[in-house]
C-alpha cells in the first residue's frame, strides 16, 4: 500500500510548493507507513508514501532515470515486473534497484503509452517527462488501485486519496447531491466520477495526459471481449484445464514480495482455490485467515476449518462483534470516502489489523470470481427475466426463480411473486440494465435526495460509461451484462476501494487478487454462459476445475456472502456518534437530504422487531455514512500532524538539476 499526491504547474514560490506538498503527504501518510518521498521543480511537484513490499532498501520513490528526464510516484504492485526487466535489459537499459518502481519508470522512458498493454499489475501512477513538460496519470485495467484529480486555477492536482486533495487550500470541499445519489443507488460511485464537486477518479484502463495547461483522458484498455485472444477451448474438459492454468499463473505472480505471505479463508469456493494453489507453490506453511462473525445466520467454521485441516495452514481465527463495527464505522467511512452499504469494510479493517500483527504484510483473496464466473443470485434472476421479456409473459417465473436463491435470502425477504410483479409493472420499461434495475430502483434514495436530476437520468450517466467500455453492451446477454454490471458497480467501485484498497491502509498490509489478473478475466469471459451458470449451480466450471483438489463440502457449496452485523449495530442509543450524527442540525449542513425522509427512515429502523430487512437497512447505512463523509471530509477535515521528516528517505530538488540539454 502506497500513496502520491502533487500538481503541476502551479505557480507558486518553491516554499510555497513544498509547504503545499508536506500537507498532501501528511494527508495520506497512513498509506505508506515505511518511508515519504518528495520530489520539487518549478512546473511539477510530488509526494510519495510508501510501503515497502519488494527491494524494501533501494526501491524507494520518487525515481528518477539518470538523464534526470523521467520522474514516477507508484502505488501497488507491477507482477510481471522481472519479466520486463529482462527484456528492457536486452536493449541495453541498466537497472540500480531490484524494484518494479524501476521497471515501471524504464518501461514508460522506453515505450511510451505502449507499455501500459504489457503492464499486468495493480497500481496507479504518476509519471512526468521534465522536457517536455508532460506528466501522465495512469490506473489499471480494472481499477484494482485508486488515483483522483481536479483542475482549479490552473493548476492539476492528483493523489491516491480524496484526502491528499482536500489538504490543497484551493480544492473546494463539497459533496456533489447527484453523484451522492448515483453512489448511492449503485452502490459504489459510476466510474469516474466521485461524490464530489470538481474532483474525478481516472476510470480503470484509462490515463490522464497534461500537457500545456490541457488536460486529456484517454482509454488504453477496450474492455472485456466475449472472443478470446488465442483460439477458443473446444469442450468443457478444455477449458477446465485452461482456467486451472491461467489462474495458477496469476497466483504464481502475486508471489512475488520480500515478506510474508498468507490468505484468506472465508468457507466458500474463490478463497479455497487461491489458498490450495498457493499452499502448492511456496515452500513454507500457509499462513491462513478467516473471520467469525458475530450475528452471522450461517455457522462458517465448519468450511472454513476442513479448508485449514486440507492446508495443515497456521491459521488465524478473527472475531468481529457489534461493538467493533459501531465503534469503527465512522473511521472506515473516513478511510473510504464513499458512502458505504454493507458494513463488511469494518470486518476488512479488523482482519487487516491482525494479518499485520500476524506479521503478514501481503495476502491474497478471492474477489471477483463472482463477478466473472456468474457467482450471484441476480445472474439466476436475469435469466428468467430475459426470457420472460421475449415471450411477453411472466408466468411461472416467481416459482422457478424460488428455489435458485440461496445467498439472496438472508439478506432480501422479497418474495419471488414481488420480484416479477417489480418487472411486470415496468414490462414497457427499457431492459438493458436488466435484472439489476429492482435493486437500483427499490432502495428510498430519490425519497433522501433532494437533486438535480431523476433515476433516468442516473442510469443515463451509468450506461455511457459502460457502452464507452462495452460498444457491445445492449448486445450482450442478460447474464453477461448482469456480470459486467457487477464488475463496474460493485466490484470495481466498492470492493477493490472499500475493501481491497482501504481496509489495509494505516495497517501495513497490502491485499491482491488472482481473479483480477486480465489474464482470467479474459479467459472468463470468453467462455459459454452455460459453463459459468448451470441451471442453478454458479460458478460451475470454477467447482468443476477443483472438484478433485478441494473438500467436497465446500466445491458442492452455494454462494454465500459474508455477514457481519450491520444496520442493527448502529442505531441510536444514547449520546455516541450515531445520536450526533443524527441530530437535525448535522442533516440540514449536509444541505441536501430530505429531514422528512430521513426521519422516517430512522424510524422504520428502530422499529424492526430483529433485522433491518432491505433495502431500509441498507439505505440507513448509507445515511450514516453520508453523514460522516460531510462531517470527516467537509465540515471538520483535519490534515494530520505527521512527522513525516523521521521517513523522509528521498527529498529531490529538480530545479537544481539541468533540464537535460545535453542529454539530448
Not at 439478506?411 to 411473486?417: G, L, V
Request: charged content about 25%.
Amino acid at each position: 500500500m502506497c500513496g502520491v499526491v502533487g500538481f503541476i504547474d502551479s505557480g507558486l514560490r518553491k516554499d510555497q510548493r513544498l509547504d503545499l506538498v508536506r500537507r498532501g503527504i501528511r494527508a495520506i501518510a497512513h498509506r505508506g507507513p515505511d518511508e515519504v518521498g518528495l520530489y520539487d521543480s518549478a512546473a511539477f511537484t510530488l509526494g510519495t508514501v510508501r510501503l515497502s513490499v519488494i527491494d524494501p532498501r533501494l526501491g524507494q520513490q520518487p525515481m528518477v532515470t539518470p538523464d534526470n528526464r523521467y520522474i514516477a510516484g507508484f502505488n501497488g504492485e507491477i507482477f510481471n515486473y522481472l519479466e520486463l526487466r529482462s527484456e528492457l535489459e536486452t536493449y541495453g537499459i541498466r537497472f540500480k534497484t531490484n524494484s518494479d518502481t524501476e521497471v515501471l519508470l524504464h518501461s514508460l522512458a522506453y515505450w511510451g503509452h505502449d507499455a501500459l498493454l504489457r503492464l499486468n499489475g495493480q497500481f496507479g501512477f504518476v509519471f512526468y517527462d521534465k522536457w517536455e513538460g508532460q506528466l501522465i496519470l495512469g490506473r489499471d485495467r480494472f481499477g484494482e488501485r485508486p488515483l483522483f484529480y481536479t483542475e482549479q486555477d490552473g493548476t492539476l492536482y492528483f493523489a491516491s486519496e480524496i484526502k491528499g486533495l482536500f489538504a490543497f487550500p484551493r480544492v473546494p470541499r463539497e459533496l456533489a447531491a447527484d453523484k451522492v445519489r448515483r453512489a448511492m443507488r449503485y452502490w459504489s460511485p459510476v466510474p469516474g466520477e466521485t461524490c464530489f464537486t470538481g474532483i474525478d477518479a481516472i476510470p480503470p484502463g484509462h490515463v490522464l495526459t497534461v500537457r500545456d495547461g490541457k488536460a486529456e483522458l484517454s482509454k488504453y484498455y477496450h474492455g472485456i471481449a466475449r472472443q478470446p485472444a488465442g483460439p477458443a477451448p473446444k469442450s468443457f474438459e478444455e477449458a477446465k484445464s485452461g482456467l486451472r492454468d491461467v489462474i495458477r499463473e496469476s497466483i504464481r505472480l502475486r508471489l512475488r514480495t520480500d515478506y510474508k505471505l498468507g490468505t484468506y479463508i472465508s468457507g466458500g469456493i474463490d478463497s479455497a482455490v487461491v489458498s490450495s494453489v498457493m499452499n502448492e507453490l511456496i515452500d513454507e506453511p500457509l499462513t491462513t485467515f478467516s473471520i467469525d462473525a458475530a450475528d452471522s445466520p450461517v455457522d462458517e467454521w465448519p468450511y472454513q476449518k476442513a479448508m485449514v485441516d486440507q492446508l495443515g495452514s497456521r491459521h488465524v481465527r478473527i472475531p468481529v462483534t457489534r461493538a467493533q463495527v459501531r465503534e469503527r464505522f465512522p473511521h472506515v467511512v473516513r478511510q473510504c470516502e464513499q458512502p458505504l452499504h454493507f458494513t463488511a469494510p469494518v470486518a476488512y479493517g479488523v482482519l487487516a489489523e491482525q494479518v499485520g500483527l500476524a506479521g503478514v504484510r501481503v495476502i491474497l483473496g478471492g474477489e471477483g470470481a463472482d463477478e466473472l464466473l456468474a457467482g450471484y443470485d441476480i445472474a439466476k434472476e436475469a435469466t428468467i427475466l430475459e426470457r420472460c421479456l421475449r415471450q411477453g409473459s411472466f408466468a411461472g417465473a416467481a416459482e422457478e426463480l424460488a428455489p435458485t436463491l440461496n445467498d439472496m435470502r438472508y439478506s432480501d425477504a422479497t418474495k419471488t411473486t414481488a420480484i416479477f410483479q417489480f418487472y411486470a409493472d415496468r414490462a414497457n420499461r427499457d431492459f438493458i440494465l436488466g435484472a439489476h434495475l429492482r435493486r437500483f430502483e427499490t432502495e428510498p434514495v430519490d425519497q433522501l435526495i433532494d437533486a438535480p436530476g431523476d433515476v433516468f437520468d442516473d442510469h443515463a450517466v451509468l450506461l455511457r460509461r459502460l457502452r464507452a467500455d462495452f460498444p457491445d453492451f445492449d448486445q450482450r446477454s442478460a447474464v453477461d451484462r448482469s456480470m459486467l454490471l457487477d464488475m463496474h458497480t460493485f466490484l470495481i467501485g466498492y470492493g477493490m476501494t472499500c475493501l481491497g484498497d482501504r481496509a489495509g491502509t494505516g495497517f501495513g498490509v497490502e491485499g491482491r487478487y488472482p481473479f483480477m489478473d486480465f489474464n482470467v478475466v479474459e479467459y472468463a469471459a470468453s467462455l459459454p454462459t452455460e459453463w459459468k451458470l448451470n441451471g442453478a449451480r454458479e460458478k460451475h466450471i470454477l467447482r468443476e476445475a477443483y472438484a478433485d483438489r478441494l473438500p467436497r463440502e465446500i466445491v458442492d457449496r452455494p454462494k454465500f456472502g459474508m455477514r457481519v452485523p450491520g444496520s442493527g449495530a448502529l442505531l441510536p442509543d444514547g449520546d455516541d456518534w450515531v445520536s450526533d450524527v443524527l441530530a437535525p442540525s448535522t442533516i440540514r449542513r449536509v444541505g441536501f437530504l430530505v429531514p422528512e425522509a430521513v426521519d422516517q427512515l430512522v424510524e422504520k429502523a428502530k422499529s424492526a422487531t430483529s433485522r433491518i430487512l432491505y433495502p431500509f437497512g441498507d439505505a440507513y447505512v448509507h445515511l450514516l455514512s453520508v453523514l460522516l463523509m460531510e462531517e470527516f471530509l467537509i465540515h471538520d477535515f483535519q490534515v494530520p500532524d505527521v512527522d513525516i521528516d523521521r521517513i523522509m528517505m528521498r527529498n529531490i530538488d529538480g530545479d537544481l538539476d539541468p533540464v537535460g540539454s545535453a542529454a539530448r
